[in-house]
T-cell receptor
Framework: DQQVKQNSPSLSVQEGRISILNCDYT??????FLWYKKYPAEGPTFLIS?????DKNEDGRFTVFLNKSAKHLSLHIVPSQPGDSAVYFC???????????FGTGTRLTIIP | KAGVTQTPRYLIKTRGQQVTLSCSPI?????VSWYQQTPGQGLQFLFE???????NKGNFPGRFSGRQFSNSRSEMNVSTLELGDSALYLC?????????????FGEGSWLTVV
């Protein structure tokens, strides 16, 4: 049962444009959401998070949006840079069961 | 502050053998968790330890075990290795338990079972 889904395995975006990565979840008990970025042969690097009491969180070029009614979150990267090329994972946890549940990842490629 | 440190980074084992992986969390972090990453399954939660006690466990067979020491360092062990255990094993730490505490990952230990 895949509780966190990233339906796009890959995404290509021109440098300087906006990258939008999407994530859907099914467990309504999730109350904290995170995005991680992963380069090959490295561990995931934390990017940005959002609590379920918010619908938006910004950090520099990265903004995460949460739509609780749709059980959907998205990560916006503006402007996209070549160094953003990586696999992006969304993850979720809930207060009662604090383990992170990850999506399967989206490979983002920024085209120069 | 040093990040999460995992050793060894790469190792090759034979089917039927056992393996122990080590993790040193970020200084001050008391929680350590372990994840397995495989190409087909993504990142799967193994278990989490806090103050030397296992707090949460994923859906893995009993061949996968772990422990945490008083200095918060952690080890995970896989016994009777199978080919399907070949994966990247990631250790992560956070300061405290609780949903709002961000988890930080190490670079992982690549295990190949032949």
């Amino acid at each position: 049962d895949q509780q966190v889904k990233q339906n796009s395995p890959s995404l290509s975006v021109q440098e300087g444009r906006i990258s939008i990565l999407n994530c859907d979840y099914t467990n309504s008990m999730f109350d904290y959401f995170l995005w991680y970025k992963k380069y090959p042969a490295e561990g995931p690097t934390f990017l940005i998070s959002i609590s379920s009491i918010k619908d938006k969180n910004e950090d520099g070029r990265f903004t995460v949006f949460l739509n609780k009614s749709a059980k959907h979150l998205s990560l916006h990267i503006v402007p996209s840079q070549p160094g953003d090329s990586a696999v992006y994972f969304c993850a979720a946890s809930n207060f009662g069961n604090e383990k992170l549940t990850f999506g399967t990842g989206t490979r983002l490629t920024i085209i120069p | 502050k040093a990040g999460v440190t995992q050793t060894p980074r790469y190792l090759i084992k034979t089917r039927g053998q056992q393996v122990t992986l080590s993790c040193s969390p970020i200084s001050g972090h008391r929680s350590v968790s372990w994840y397995q990453q495989t190409p087909g399954q993504g990142l799967q939660f193994l278990f989490e330890y806090f103050s030397e006690t296992q707090r949460n466990k994923g859906n893995f067979p009993g061949r996968f075990s772990g422990r945490q020491f008083s200095n918060s360092r952690s080890e995970m062990n896989v016994s009777t290795l199978e080919l399907g255990d070949s994966a990247l094993y990631l250790c992560a730490s956070r300061e405290q338990l609780g949903s709002g505490n961000t988890i930080y990952f190490g670079e992982g230990s690549w295990l190949t079972v032949v």
